[in-house]
Structures are given as C-alpha cells and as structure tokens.
C-alpha cells in the first residue's frame, strides 16, 4: 500500500514476490527511514489458520512509525493485509508441527530526495511471508554475552522502536558475542551498563521460584508482546510477575546463590528460550543446572498451546484468518 502526504494511504494491491524497483536516491536508502513487525500464522489443530494478538502488532507498528516520522496505518488495515496474504494461499502455513508462517510487515520511505531536512512525503508498506521453525531448537539452553562496550539505545533514542537502524548498530555487537563462544548478546542500560535491558531480538525473564522478573519499559527496550503475553500468563498458572530493574551483579549473585533459579529470554522467533550461561569481559556464570528448568518448560508449553489452538484461549488473543 502506498502513501503520499495530503492524499494518505492508496493502491492497495497483492503481487507476486518479486525484486522492486526503486531510484538510488530513494530516501531509505540514506536515512533509514524504515520499520518493521514480526508475527506468525499457526495451522492451528483442528485445521484454522490463526495468528497471534494481531492488533498488539498494529499499535507497535503505530508507535514505531510515530518515533520515525512516517505515517501510522489504521490497525484494521494492518490486520486486514495479514489476513489478505495468508488467504491467497494457506498452504503456505506449514504443516509440521511447531513450525509456523512468519509474516514480516514493513514500511519504507520512497521519496527520492536527499535533502535531509524533513522526512519522506512518500512511503510503502509492504508484507512478505516466509515458512519458520523456532529460532532455536525447544529446549535448548542459549549461552549470552553482556555486551559492555556498545549499547542498544539511550534514553530519548529509538530503543522502543522496532526500526531497521537498531538492528543495523546491534549486528558488530552480535558479532562479537559469537566470537565469544555465545550465542547472543545481552544489552546493558546506556549510562552505567550495568542493568539488564533485553537480548538481540529477545526479552528477557528471570525466575525466583514462583516469581518472575523482567525488565521494565523504560523507552530503551522493545515492548515485546510474547513478554506481555507472559505477565498476563503468569498468574494463571499460579505465578506473580512484576517488572523491574535487575542488575548484572545481581544476576550473578542470584544465580550463584541459587535464588535464581532459571531465566530464560521470549519472542515471536524465539518463543521461550532458556538461557543456561553468562559470559562478560571479566566475569562467567551458569544459571542452575544449565539446562530448561520447569516454569520455563510450563510457560512455553501455556503459550505455544494458545497459538497452535491446544490450549483454552482466555484472553481472546487469538485471532482466526481462515
Ligand atoms: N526485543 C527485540 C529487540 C526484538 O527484535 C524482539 C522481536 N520482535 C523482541 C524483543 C520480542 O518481541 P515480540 O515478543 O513482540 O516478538
């Protein structure tokens, strides 16, 4: 779907995967006026073909594009398009069981102008399909490296956003984590780094017993809707959430005392991962036995029962496509 400032949102259409077109001095290109969502359509049993909280995409979507100057997109419009792409085929959905449709809405700035004075008064948005297992193999424990040297977003910044550029200046992070022996990097806050914000394209949640942890919203994190998804899930089965702030020291200290008893990182790619050990410039440890530990079992078990349709749907998130 296109848009042009004072005429809004036109020429809707569906087309077949392909390479675009566009002139090298296309706004994008330059200033990465850009963002994007994450979500999936499960087959789920019984044979539907449902996504997950559609609508909590739409208003992330809206967030981000408020942050970056683009236009926002009416959310029925964003679920109608998912909805639209998944129809044309459903046998796009994968059949085997855990593996899912992974739809990607995006939206670029396509004025070619390389003034940088005033955003793009053009922009397309987009969605594009592609079949996904999980991320990482269930149950696997990731191993995660506390990035000190960079940081993902400052106060003030995009760090809420789900926008290309956050990605772009993660990757040098990423990519030491793995020369690290790890899997994934942990960012830090920007000021002291020193508390723990989230991983690469994960939350994350630390497990005392029966109580979770997670970090607190604080503008420089994504607002995860697997990490929503959670809070709410967790009093259901019998468990308090709350969010906060936790800092390295006392990961380290919980985890070395065994107060804290399992951690583990969630979203829409990831679903609930375990997390099994630490690595930082000057510190190492393990959390547990290093392996899945049970709330993290019984949470991923609760939310991939919702979105594969074996589980009661209380909160109504799911949402049928066809
Ligand atoms: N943080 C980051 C940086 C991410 O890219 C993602 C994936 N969208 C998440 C957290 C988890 O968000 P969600 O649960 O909405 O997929």
């Known amino acids: 779907i296109d848009y042009t400032e004072g005429q809004g949102w036109h020429d809707a259409r569906l087309m077949p995967y392909g390479p ?19 979500l999936k359509a499960y087959r789920q049993e019984g044979g539907a073909i449902a996504s997950f909280r559609p609508y909590a995409n739409a208003a992330r979507f809206n967030l981000s594009a408020a942050r970056m100057a683009m236009p926002e ?14 129809q044309t085929d459903r046998e796009w959905v994968p059949t085997t069981p855990g593996h899912s449709l992974y739809l990607r809405p995006f939206m670029i700035a396509t004025q070619p102008a390389l003034g940088v004075n005033y955003p793009s008064r053009t922009y397309r948005y987009m969605v594009i399909a592609s079949p996904a297992a999980a991320y990482f193999g269930a149950g696997r424990p990731v191993s995660v490296w506390l990035s000190t040297e960079y940081t993902r977003a400052a106060p003030g910044g995009t760090g809420f956003a789900k926008c290309g550029g956050n990605y772009a200046a993660a990757f040098v992070a990423q990519r030491q984590a793995v020369e690290q022996g790890c899997d994934q990097v942990v960012w830090l806050d920007a000021s002291e780094h020193r508390y723990v914000e ?19 919203l604080t503008g420089t994190l994504l607002p995860g809707i697997t990490r929503d998804s959670i809070l709410s899930l967790a009093s259901d089965l019998g468990l308090t959430a709350e969010e906060g702030r936790l800092s390295i020291e006392e990961w380290q200290a919980g985890a070395e005392s065994g107060e804290l008893t399992e951690v583990f990182a969630c979203g829409t790619a990831a679903v609930v991962t375990p997390v099994g050990s630490v690595k930082g410039a000057d510190r190492a440890w393990t959390i547990g036995d290093g392996t899945q ?27 049928k496509i066809c």
Do not use: C, K
């Open 198 to 216: 989230e991983m690469g394209g994960m939350n994350l949640f630390f497990v005392y017993g029966d109580r979770l942890l997670t970090p607190a």
């Open 20 to 38: 675009l077109s566009l002139d090298p001095a296309t706004a994008v290109f330059h200033y990465a006026q850009e963002l994007f969502e994450g």
């Open 293 to 319: 530990g049970p709330v993290t079992s019984r949470i991923r078990e609760e939310l991939v029962g919702i979105q594969y349709g074996s589980r009661p749907d209380a909160h109504g998130w799911v949402h």
């Open 73 to 86: 997109l009416p959310e029925e419009t964003f679920v109608e398009s998912l909805e639209l792409l998944v």
